[in-house]
């Protein structure tokens, strides 16, 4: 398998403008991750999803960040308008549930708004 | 929600010595506890995992033990080597039937010295 695939891999883009992140899980995979690193806050989870339903958006900073996963292979992570202390590294993951639940991360986007 | 503590931020030893990165967890019922070692300009990859029935175990150069107890887990490297320089993250989830929410610890960076 490929892993989980995560595009682009690297953005540049000016504060206000829309960035929509994607992510491909690893095939089979029921659980879809999204995560944020940054130096100061660490790996912070934003949202997860379980069979395509979201069961913790807890993590999402504010109204800007927007997640959706409308089948099982993709999702995307949405902020609109972009700040420019939104720049982190966006990484996705995956796991199968009750599959020994480990999580596997894709290579990540490195977001910088300027 | 879970809170993973981990120290010490910063670790340096010599190679051939042996490195201890200790985490300590706030929710008892979390049961799985995984660690991930993140190289500069990487993802995480999972090193080891452990679940709340074992109390220790190992992989070649790599030990983790667990203190339901206390709360507390550990990672054990030994005979180190300068390829071991990395980042190491320690998480604590409760795996549920509608998945596994990890928490992250923030981090130690291991710097292996010739």
């Known amino acids: 398998d490929a892993g989980v695939i995560q595009s682009p891999r690297h953005e540049v883009t000016e504060m206000g403008q829309e960035v929509t992140l994607r992510c491909k899980p690893i095939s089979g995979h029921n659980s879809l991750f999204w995560y944020r690193q940054t130096m100061m806050r660490g790996l912070e989870l934003l949202i997860y999803?379980?069979?395509?339903?979201?069961?913790?958006d807890s993590g999402m900073p504010e109204d800007r960040f927007s997640a959706k996963m409308p089948n099982a292979s993709f999702s995307t992570l949405k902020i609109q308008p972009s700040e420019p202390r939104d720049s982190a590294v966006y990484f996705c993951?995956?796991?199968?549930?009750?599959?020994?639940?480990?999580?596997?991360f894709g290579e990540g986007s490195w977001l910088t708004v300027v | 929600g879970e809170n993973v503590e981990q120290h010490p931020s910063t670790l340096s030893v010599q190679e051939g010595d042996s490195a201890v990165i200790k985490c300590t967890y706030s929710?008892?019922?979390?049961?799985?506890f995984p660690w991930y070692k993140q190289e500069l300009g990487k993802r995480p990859q999972l090193i080891i995992d452990?679940?709340?029935?074992?109390g220790e175990k190992k992989d070649q150069r790599i030990a983790v033990t667990l203190n339901k107890t206390a709360k507390h887990f550990s990672l054990h490297i030994t005979e180190t080597q300068p390829e071991d320089s990395a980042v190491y993250f320690c998480a604590a989830s409760k795996v549920t039937g509608g998945g596994n929410k990890l928490t992250f610890g923030t981090g130690t960076q291991l710097k292996v010295e010739l």
């Open positions: 452990i679940r709340s029935n074992v």
């Open positions: 929710d008892s019922a979390s049961n799985y």
């Open positions: 993951a995956s796991s199968l549930t009750g599959g020994g639940n480990t999580i596997y």
């Open positions: 999803f379980n069979n395509n339903v979201p069961i913790d």
